[in-house]
Nanobody, 117 residues
Framework: VQLVESGGGLVQPGGSLRLSCAAS????????MSWFRQAPEKERELVAT????????NYANSMAGRFTISRDNVKNTVYLQMNSLKPEDTAVYYC???????????WGQGTQVTVSS
């Protein structure tokens, strides 16, 4: 099983980034996919979740309207479009695959996003 994030980097405040998470080794379409983030010395927090079929999404309040989660079930990839980035969005961003309490969760290794002028 692999989840490989990419697309992170350094961006100025107000800028945009698109993160990708490529999945392999499991049946992608059975799993809800989420993005989490963890800033230095802070707990990991949920950013957004998309259902297995892509028909339902949920966002943390502070990201709603700025971030958009989507998925491509042919490419086995989940995306996070981040707009109007703020310095407080600086964190390592992780993707997670989840199928409910009776199944294993899978995590990626993370990608660093730094918002700074």
């Amino acid at each position: 099983v692999q989840l490989v994030e990419s697309g992170g980097g350094l961006v100025q405040p107000g800028g945009s980034l698109r993160l990708s998470c490529a999945a392999s080794g499991f049946t992608f379409t059975w799993y809800d996919m989420s993005w989490f983030r963890q800033a230095p010395e802070k707990e990991r927090e949920l950013v957004a979740t998309i259902s297995s079929g892509g028909g339902s999404t949920n966002y943390a309040n502070s990201m709603a309207g700025r971030f958009t989660i989507s998925r491509d079930n042919v490419k086995n990839t989940v995306y996070l479009q981040m707009n109007s980035l703020k310095p407080e969005d600086t964190a390592v961003y992780y993707c997670r695959a989840d199928r409910g309490p009776y199944y294993s969760q899978y995590w990626g290794q993370g990608t660093q996003v730094t918002v700074s002028s």
